[in-house]
């Protein structure tokens, strides 16, 4: 069993490596896409393309120096190949699970920071064992973990998180300054100048972070670099200028869009020759630890890993198969989108919906700025605040609704700025051998730079706050949940040995498909017909042949969720009334969607509609909401009967309710039909029916008041019941102020009048 067990293990973890090259890469594809899809520069499909040849270019031309995985956290030469082997299980284990974690919740985290503390918090764990083992003391832990590597790594990734906010926010600020937001109007100069500047940096970028190992170049040439890096950046800057001269006053070129094809390629190129190491560094310090202890003929708890210590280079083929497999990861990756997304929302100029709620502190941090901003700006004289207010004002443009979706997120100059920044703070780092987390910095400097452009406005600041708190806090999680993990898996492995390996593997594996079928339901159900979509037409009649779907589907829903609200507090049912009380929630956000859209559909009004139309909207959004309420409202106190275990509804109760659950479903039924097939027709005859719907709860709670004086002796239950009712009541007049609303307005000798869709 001895040699199988490490077989088995290194099959395990060539498995992990594939599956953690593929939750790394659809985490750290926001470093090197976000700036180019926030922007639009670039359609979509040639984005992917700029992105996959940098990602197949810096895995081949990658050094595959896994020093971090081999020696940079521990000293492996006070461990045996046992030992070993424990701790790189433990980190592969973690770390896909802890990857995957981050993306099926949409938040960018690091890889570089998840290896570096895994490493840490297995070795530790093991280090431990050993010092227990040998009646060491916890002093002893600076023997076998290198910690003076590991706090030069934390300090880096602290520091780096403040420094690229910082430079990102004046950089933009700058650059707006001089360029403004209608930057097409701009000398051929500036653009020019700007051009030279940033490209200068990222070729500097693509040679100092992606190609510094490569053989591609002369090893003179990097020497020339490495001493002279002012003489080479000032000639960069004179010739990219040229060029940058040429391209848009002789060819037309767009600067900034040629800027961003560079940055990508560059960012992209840089993350697989580097980040390359955070995937597969451990499964291949692994199996190259097992070539030498299987060649030794030593046994494994006592074969010294002294060899991790010289410097290995990973087999070329390896390298190429990784680069495939990110490459195909990039393209077909759910997740992958969904982490940008997060990134590109916070950073967006325009207002929208705000994905984060704001918090205690996103309201503090956003009141304190506020407070000093308007501090240092009473030392600046007015004429120079309005020359620099008109900088930053946003030229405007009329977008219809329908093409609101395809705007970018931010200008061209901005995603230049992301690029350009996020290259020179890079390769500063990597020039000076400080360590810090790409994700980290490229996040940062594009929050930064949409501080600068006053993207954070007073309608969207505490939103966007919250979101980036959000996800530097998830950043201390990742460490702290990192170390913790990896440890308690090392130590579990230590007991356990084969049987806790396989137990663990099943574990992760269950796990992993979990949360990838979680995902799939989770974008269908954003996708699904029946969720709410704004009107865009700019006629009342536009409105009422678009808007008639949406009515269809909501009242399709209210009778499934009242119903179920009836069936879940007859039963009894916790975890049904639960259910149910979520789908009233979506619902209601979806109503609250359509109200903060209102201002966009007045905004795209034409002048002979603003009045009907408008009112028409607001007044149908209101009924909405009335339906809404009283469905939150049955929803929520038959929930709370229920979870405070209260009596249970009498026999006599629970058959009226369901006798009105029978006529309410039919009146849903009938109103969610004249919807669907447009028969605004049958409305007349349905609202004369609305008294003897009326009459039916009335009826009842006279039942009840009469089983009250008499035979009841639940206060609780009473209440409950009589809530039901008069709240059903509600429920039953808001319909038919729905139905009455569409019968008045309809006319059907009008075609409705929409926007053109161009």
């Given at each position: 069993?001895?040699?199988?067990?490490?077989?088995?293990?290194?099959?395990?973890?060539?498995?992990?490596?594939?599956?953690?090259?593929?939750?790394?890469?659809?985490?750290?594809?926001?470093?090197?896409?976000?700036?180019?899809?926030?922007?639009?520069?670039?359609?979509?499909?040639?984005?992917?393309?700029?992105?996959?040849?940098?990602?197949?270019?810096?895995?081949?031309?990658?050094?595959?120096?896994?020093?971090?995985?081999?020696?940079?956290?521990?000293?492996?030469?006070?461990?045996?190949?046992?030992?070993?082997?424990?701790?790189?299980?433990?980190?592969?284990?973690?770390?896909?699970?802890?990857?995957?974690?981050?993306?099926?919740?949409?938040?960018?985290?690091?890889?570089?920071?998840?290896?570096?503390?895994?490493?840490?918090?297995?070795?530790?764990?093991?280090?431990?064992?050993?010092?227990?083992?040998?009646?060491?003391?916890?002093?002893?832990?600076?023997?076998?973990?290198?910690?003076?590597?590991?706090?030069?790594?934390?300090?880096?990734?602290?520091?780096?998180?403040?420094?690229?906010?910082?430079?990102?926010?004046?950089?933009?600020?700058?650059?707006?300054?001089?360029?403004?937001?209608?930057?097409?109007?701009?000398?051929?100069?500036?653009?020019?100048?700007?051009?030279?500047?940033?490209?200068?940096?990222?070729?500097?970028?693509?040679?100092?972070?992606?190609?510094?190992?490569?053989?591609?170049?002369?090893?003179?040439?990097?020497?020339?670099?490495?001493?002279?890096?002012?003489?080479?950046?000032?000639?960069?800057?004179?010739?990219?200028?040229?060029?940058?001269?040429?391209?848009?006053?002789?060819?037309?070129?767009?600067?900034?869009?040629?800027?961003?094809?560079?940055?990508?390629?560059?960012?992209?190129?840089?993350?697989?020759?580097?980040?390359?190491?955070?995937?597969?560094?451990?499964?291949?310090?692994?199996?190259?630890?097992?070539?030498?202890?299987?060649?030794?003929?030593?046994?494994?708890?006592?074969?010294?890993?002294?060899?991790?210590?010289?410097?290995?280079?990973?087999?070329?083929?390896?390298?190429?198969?990784?680069?495939?497999?990110?490459?195909?990861?990039?393209?077909?990756?759910?997740?992958?989108?969904s982490v940008v997304k997060t990134s590109v929302d916070l950073a967006r100029q325009d207002e929208g919906d705000e994905r984060f709620e704001p918090n205690y502190l996103s309201r503090q941090v956003v009141k304190l700025s506020v407070a000093a901003f308007e501090n240092v700006s009473a030392v600046f004289p007015p004429s120079l605040k309005a020359k620099i207010d008109k900088r930053f004002e946003v030229p405007y443009s009329y977008v219809p609704k329908s093409k609101v979706q395809d705007t970018p997120a931010f200008d061209m100059v901005r995603a230049a700025v992301n690029l350009m920044v996020a290259s020179v703070l890079i390769s500063i780092a990597t020039s000076m051998k400080l360590p810090l987390s790409t994700t980290y910095v490229t996040f940062m400097v594009a929050m930064g730079t949409s501080l600068a452009d006053r993207a954070w406005g007073a309608e969207s600041a505490v939103y966007r706050v919250a979101g980036v708190l959000n996800v530097i806090g998830g950043w201390f999680f990742t460490a702290f949940s990192a170390f913790t993990a990896a440890a308690i898996i090392a130590y579990i492995l230590h007991l356990g040995g084969f049987i806790a390996l396989v137990i663990l593997l099943v574990l992760a594996a269950t796990l992993l498909l979990r949360n990838y079928m979680a995902h799939n339901r989770k974008t269908k159900v954003i996708k699904a017909e029946d969720s709410l979509r704004r009107a865009e037409s700019s006629s009342v009649q536009g409105v009422i042949e678009e808007s008639a779907d949406n009515i269809a589907n909501m009242i399709k829903r209210s009778n499934k969720i009242y119903t179920g609200a009836i069936n879940g507090l007859a039963r009894h049912d916790l975890e049904a009334l639960k259910k149910n009380n979520k789908g009233v929630s979506k619902m209601s956000k979806e109503i609250e969607g359509l109200q903060n859209n209102i201002f966009y559909f007045i905004k795209n009004l034409d002048d002979s509609s603003v009045g009907g139309a408008s009112d028409f909207y607001i007044a149908l959004l209101g009924h909405l909401q009335d339906l809404a309420q009283s469905q939150e409202y049955i929803s929520k106190i038959g929930l709370t009967h229920v979870n405070n275990n209260h009596k249970k509804l009498k026999y006599n109760q629970i058959k009226e309710l369901k006798d009105l659950d029978q006529h309410l479903e039919q009146l849903f039924s009938d109103t969610s039909e004249v919807f669907s097939n447009r028969s605004f027709e049958r409305i007349g005859s349905m609202l004369a029916t609305r008294d003897s719907y009326v009459e039916l709860v009335d009826e009842k709670i006279k039942k009840q008041v009469a089983r009250t004086r008499t035979e009841e002796s639940s206060p609780k239950n009473t209440t409950l019941y009589f809530s039901l009712l008069t709240e059903s009541k509600d429920l039953i007049k808001a319909t038919m102020k729905l139905l009455e609303l569409y019968y008045t307005e309809h006319d059907s000798s009008i075609a409705p009048a929409k926007i053109l869709k161009d």
């Open positions: 069993m001895g040699e199988n067990i490490y077989v088995f293990m290194i099959v395990a973890l060539a498995i992990l490596a594939i599956t953690d090259l593929v939750v790394g890469v659809s985490n750290d594809a926001v470093n090197f896409l976000n700036s180019a899809i926030g922007s639009k520069a670039i359609s979509f499909k040639t984005i992917m393309i700029v992105a996959s040849l940098g990602i197949a270019f810096g895995a081949i031309s990658s050094s595959g120096m896994m020093e971090v995985a081999r020696k940079g956290i521990f000293n492996p030469t006070e461990f045996v190949f046992a030992e070993i082997m424990i701790i790189f299980m433990a980190v592969m284990i973690t770390d896909i699970l802890l990857l995957d974690f981050f993306n099926t919740l949409g938040m960018p985290t690091s890889t570089t920071v998840s290896i570096v503390f895994e490493l840490l918090g297995a070795a530790v764990a093991i280090s431990l064992v050993k010092i227990i083992g040998i009646d060491g003391t916890f002093s002893d832990l600076g023997n076998y973990i290198n910690t003076e590597k590991a706090t030069e790594i934390i300090i880096g990734i602290l520091l780096s998180v403040f420094i690229a906010f910082t430079i990102g926010a004046i950089v933009q600020f700058f650059s707006r300054v001089l360029i403004s937001f209608d930057f097409k109007e701009k000398s051929k100069w500036v653009e020019s100048t700007f051009g030279g500047l940033a490209i200068t940096a990222i070729i500097y970028f693509i040679i100092v972070k992606g190609l510094k190992s490569a053989s591609i170049f002369d090893p003179s040439i990097l020497d020339f670099i490495a001493n002279s890096p002012e003489l080479f950046l000032l000639g960069n800057f004179i010739f990219w200028t040229l060029v940058s001269w040429i391209f848009s006053a002789l060819l037309k070129w767009n600067i900034y869009r040629v800027i961003i094809v560079i940055g990508t390629f560059a960012l992209a190129m840089a993350f697989a020759g580097n980040d390359l190491v955070n995937f597969i560094g451990v499964p291949i310090a692994a199996l190259q630890s097992f070539q030498d202890w299987q060649s030794s003929g030593v046994i494994a708890s006592e074969f010294n890993m002294q060899g991790l210590t010289a410097a290995v280079r990973t087999p070329t083929a390896l390298l190429l198969i990784s680069g495939g497999i990110m490459v195909i990861t990039l393209w077909f990756s759910s997740k992958a989108k």
